[in-house]
């Protein structure tokens, strides 16, 4: 109902977007905050994402978040691109600084956020990682950056998780950081004194909901944190399993909600409403 024809566009280019909570979201906090913008998701074939990147430019955009499977590939339609994001090798927010385009990444900064706004300390901590994807990526790249003390990422395919480790090994001293492969008896051995465990492999989501990374619910101790970034189901199996054993849990719409955040005060200035935050956690 705000928009008017000084309203300035703000958008999303993935495929697909047609579940994004963004637009949910940052329009809920325009309104909220009386901001003249407006966000609009945009499903974009392969073969058009330059087109659509110009088009940003021509609608002279306040600026957009990039999806999947666009989050690599957009780097080089952008002007310039955020030392941060160049490290993790993805963008997920541009802005649109006087029709130059910037890109940044605050998929890892929204998990930190994340961690922060539930006040667990993860300074000089031990973090086990499952799964090596992009979301992996960002994560590990973020706290290794942020002052974590150890770093251990288990992955299926070992290969991927070795990239993420030599990316960390090149750009961050100080923190020690290993692969191992998802198998139970090597996560056995490192959880044990892991502090923060964080799922970012698709086991648990949506039909594969009985689904857990951890198959004997018993090596998950009392004093691990247990991140998962599925949101849908809010409640994976790996949480279910962790609450029993006594954890404290997160789950992904924390940092959905982080990274969004980040995003809206790059684009506005301004922080994003708790009002809001609130709303969409207990949505
Ligand atoms: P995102 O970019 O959202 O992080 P992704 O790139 O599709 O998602 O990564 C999914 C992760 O889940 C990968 O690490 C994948 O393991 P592989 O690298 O071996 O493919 C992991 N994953 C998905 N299904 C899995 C399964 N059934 N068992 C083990 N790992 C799985």
């Known amino acids: 109902m705000h928009i008017k024809g000084s309203t300035r566009l703000i958008s999303l280019l993935g495929d697909p977007v047609n579940h994004s909570l963004s637009p949910y979201m940052h329009n809920l906090s325009f309104e909220n905050l009386g ?4 966000y609009m998701a945009f499903e974009i074939k ?32 952008l002007d310039e691109v955020d030392n941060q994001a160049k490290i993790i090798g993805s963008v997920n927010t541009v802005l649109n600084s006087k029709g130059k385009l910037l890109g940044y990444n605050t998929d890892g900064k929204g998990f930190v956020k994340a961690l922060e706004e539930k006040k667990i300390d ?3 901590k031990k973090v086990l990682i499952l799964g090596s994807g992009g979301a992996a990526k960002s994560i590990a790249i973020q706290l290794a950056l942020e002052g974590v003390k150890e770093i251990i990422i288990a992955n299926r395919t070992i290969e991927k998780a070795n990239i993420i480790v030599n990316i960390i090994k090149e750009h961050v001293k100080d923190v020690k950081i290993n692969s191992i492969n998802l198998n139970e008896n090597k996560l056995k051995s ?3 004194n892991t502090d923060i465990l964080v799922n970012t492999t698709s086991i648990g ?19 691990l944190f247990v991140a998962d970034i599925i949101y849908k189901p809010q409640k994976t199996k790996l949480l279910s399993q962790a609450q029993e054993r006594g954890c404290n849990t997160m789950n992904g719409l924390n940092m959905l909600i982080f990274q969004g955040a980040l995003a809206f005060k790059i684009w506005t200035g301004k922080d994003m409403p708790n009002e809001v935050i609130d709303k969409i956690l207990n949505k």
Not at 35 to 38: G, K
């Open 35 to 38: 901001l003249d913008y407006a």
């Open 46 to 77: 392969k073969e058009k994402i330059k087109d659509a990147v110009d088009a940003m430019k021509t609608l002279n955009v306040r600026g957009f978040n990039v999806t999947m499977p666009y989050k690599e590939k957009i780097i080089d339609l």
């Open 122 to 124: 993860f300074k000089l």
């Open 190 to 192: 490192e959880i044990i």
């Open 205 to 223: 989501m949506r039909e594969g909901f009985l689904d857990s990374p951890i198959k004997e619910t018993k090596i998950l101790h009392k004093d």
